[in-house]
């Protein structure tokens, strides 16, 4: 069935390196891998997930580079990420 776009908020850990997201290199940003104990796993996040959303900006259509750099944009400035996915 169709799934729904869900909501992840990834809550900055300053005692883990990252955010523990392994993305596949492809335009669709889909999760590859999680890894334990990160923010990512602690968020929600799965393999197979596809990342719609990076707080409240559309990144569909984004290039694979621009989504990373969003990401540890993220990761630098905010103290909680939001991620609207989908399985």
């Known amino acids: 069935g169709y799934a729904s776009p869900r909501i992840c908020m990834l809550k900055i850990d300053s005692s883990f390196e990252g955010l523990g997201i392994h993305l596949c290199d492809n335009k669709n ?6 890894e334990p104990g990160s923010p990512a796993a ?6 197979g997930d596809k990342i719609l959303m990076i707080n409240n900006e559309n990144v569909e259509e984004a290039g694979y580079l621009s989504v990373v ?4 944009e993220a990761l630098m400035t905010n103290k909680e ?3 609207v996915v989908m399985n």
């Open 69 to 72: 750099n969003k990401l540890r």
């Open 42 to 47: 602690n968020g929600g996040l799965k393999p």
């Open 29 to 34: 940003h889909m999760v590859k891998d999680i």
């Open 81 to 83: 990420i939001k991620l």
